[in-house]
């Protein structure tokens, strides 16, 4: 096969031969001798080498691929039997993505390596046939700039894998945090997240700034092997029409400097300089070291831990969290919001104090503006005006975050045990009786048996949307934050399962609970009711929205549908 490379390539050196020195004969023997017939002819002879070598790289192409084939064919055998043996879940997108990446580039590496060698061979074999010194003025800056670029080889590649690897973690890492931006700013963790995320675009940087300043040296490769015989052969161009250099061979060495040896030069620096570097991260993705340590579960980097309140400013860590006697868990002050500068407000002016321990459910018509509140009292979305404290603390602020904790509808579980879905929010282990003590009094410990007791493997895809609430309101209750905020938490359980959940949260010990009701059962449970009507609102008892609240009085109605809210 390499023999077969080799021989279809002399077609394409051949082409480069013809192109300067037809060029040159062209002139000497042609045009510039009066003889217009011999220099069409010529310029013909360079036309058919053109035909010929196109004709090479045809066949040289499919030689390529003869070559490249098998080695993708080993690539794709060893990540299918790393698959197998290791259940690798990122087999797939080695085998459809990562090989076909190394195949394309090993095969654009053997083309322009081989282009640049028959290139240059054909170059410089036509130079020593027009005229010998032209060799003297181009070979020398040509060996130069080679042999800078051969020296910048090794660290511009180490460095342009640094920046590919510092890359891919920042995608990694903003992939990860992206989707979870509600639940990391709800949890408070947005000065975590964003240090961890400007650990990564300052790594990134650092990476391109090391890469370009190599880069600069391989542009400077380029010049003294491309450009400067260029330069050279104009500026010695009368000493060599002194010496015997014809002009159609100084205008044939130009032609070779031009259009041959400089982007034959230039695909190489480029080839090598980039996708050398992208090929050998590639092939270390395919070819990983063991590490016998590594199994399923959540670690330190799975999606969902990201969004939970870091684990160093839990108020069980820290002293003096807890909030103050006599200090209302949550206090809004004139608090207004809108969606745009043009929108009408959906928070106008609301004053509201839940004090510790209280319960208070928030009813309303759906798409009025509950879970809004929830996301202004969580922090996640900022007022326009008023002001906002969990626990005597300022809204958005860590402390706050740290003294209350947000359940969303959509209830995120990761793969794992049930007991470390169940302690995320926890600083450590949850001992196994209070573990299970809250799965009963949320209504989990059915779900628990059945899964296999604490430690059995919880997979979310084979969870219903209901299990995964159960297990995101058991992980909540287990949570050192005294304020729940329960945004439509319970919208995937029936009735009784509902209310089981909600009694549980509010008998918590030292526990206040607000509920964005689902049903409007919930706010028969409620100490105190918020009515939201678009910027009015309503607050009191049930019996006393029941006298004064004609919008209460309709949603409590008998005959009013269970899921109106």
């Known amino acids: 096969m390499p023999a077969r490379l080799a021989g279809w390539s002399l077609l394409e050196a051949g082409q480069t031969f013809l192109l300067g020195y037809a060029l040159a004969r062209a002139l000497d023997v042609g045009f510039l001798a009066g003889n217009v017939r011999a220099g069409l002819l010529w310029l013909a002879a360079a036309g058919g080498g053109v035909v010929l070598g196109a004709y090479g790289t045809r066949r040289v192409y499919g030689v390529v691929a003869d070559l490249v084939e098998p080695v993708r064919d080993r690539l794709v055998s060893g990540v299918v039997a790393r698959g197998v043996r290791e259940a690798d879940r990122a087999a797939l997108s080695g085998l459809t993505q990562q090989v076909e990446i190394a195949r394309d580039t090993l095969a654009g590496l053997v083309m322009v390596s081989r282009s640049f060698v028959f290139a240059v061979a054909g170059a410089l074999a036509g130079l020593c046939t027009l005229a010998p010194p032209l060799l003297l003025v181009v070979v020398p800056p040509l060996l130069a700039g080679l042999g800078l670029f051969a020296a910048t080889l090794r660290p511009l590649a180490r460095r342009q894998e640094a920046f590919l690897v510092a890359d891919e973690a920042l995608a990694g890492e903003l992939g990860e945090m992206c989707p979870g931006l509600r639940d990391v700013t709800a949890a408070g963790a947005e000065q975590y997240a964003g240090t961890r995320a400007g650990e990564r675009v300052d790594a990134e940087f650092r990476a391109a700034r090391a890469l370009a300043r190599w880069s600069v040296v391989r542009v400077a490769a380029l010049v003294v092997g491309g450009h400067l015989p260029l330069v050279l052969l104009l500026a010695t161009a009368p000493w060599l029409l002194a010496h015997d250099v014809t002009a159609g061979a100084l205008v044939g060495a130009l032609a070779y400097v031009t259009?041959?040896?400089?982007?034959?030069?230039?695909?190489?620096?480029?080839?090598?300089?980039?996708?050398?570097?992208?090929?050998?991260?590639?092939?270390?993705?395919?070819?990983?070291?063991?590490?016998?340590?590594?199994?399923?579960?959540?670690?330190?980097?799975?999606?969902?831990?990201?969004?939970?309140?870091?684990?160093?400013?839990?108020?069980?860590?820290v002293p003096g969290r807890r909030p103050d006697v006599g200090v209302p868990a949550l206090a809004l002050a004139a608090v207004s919001f809108a969606y745009g500068p043009a929108s009408a407000p959906v928070l106008d002016g609301l004053d509201l104090c839940v004090p510790q321990g209280g319960h208070l459910a928030v009813v309303g018509p759906s798409g009025i503006g509950k879970s809004t509140l929830t996301a202004v009292a969580a922090g996640l979305l900022a007022p326009a005006h008023g002001q906002i404290r969990v626990c005597g603390h300022p809204v958005p602020g860590a402390r706050a975050a740290g003294l209350r904790v947000l359940i969303p509808q959509e209830a995120y579980v990761s793969t794992g045990t049930l007991a470390e879905n169940l302690g995320l929010l926890r600083p450590d282990p949850v001992p196994e009786p209070e573990l299970l003590a809250a799965a009963a009094a949320v209504g989990l410990a059915p779900l628990l048996e059945r899964l296999g007791g604490p430690d059995a493997p919880v997979r979310p895809a084979a969870l219903s949307a209901g299990e995964r609430q159960l297990i995101a309101l058991t992980r909540a209750y287990l949570s050192p934050a005294p304020l729940a905020l329960l945004d439509e938490a319970t919208c995937h359980l029936d009735a009784e399962a509902e209310a089981r959940a909600e009694r549980a949260f509010a008998a918590r010990p030292g526990g206040t609970l607000v509920v964005v009701a689902h049903r409007i059962a919930s706010a028969g449970r409620a100490e105190r009711i918020l009515v939201m009507d678009g910027p009015r609102t309503a607050y009191g008892t049930h019996q006393d929205l029941l006298r004064t609240c004609a919008l209460y009085q309709d949603l409590a109605a008998p005959s009013q549908p269970p899921f109106a809210l």
Do not use: C, F, M, Y
């Open 259 to 317: 259009q041959s040896l400089l982007p034959a030069l230039q695909n190489l620096v480029h080839g090598l300089g980039t996708s050398g570097a992208r090929l050998t991260v590639v092939l270390r993705r395919l070819h990983p070291p063991p590490n016998p340590g590594t199994g399923p579960g959540p670690g330190p980097g799975t999606p969902h831990e990201t969004p939970d309140t870091p684990r160093s400013t839990t108020p069980r860590e």
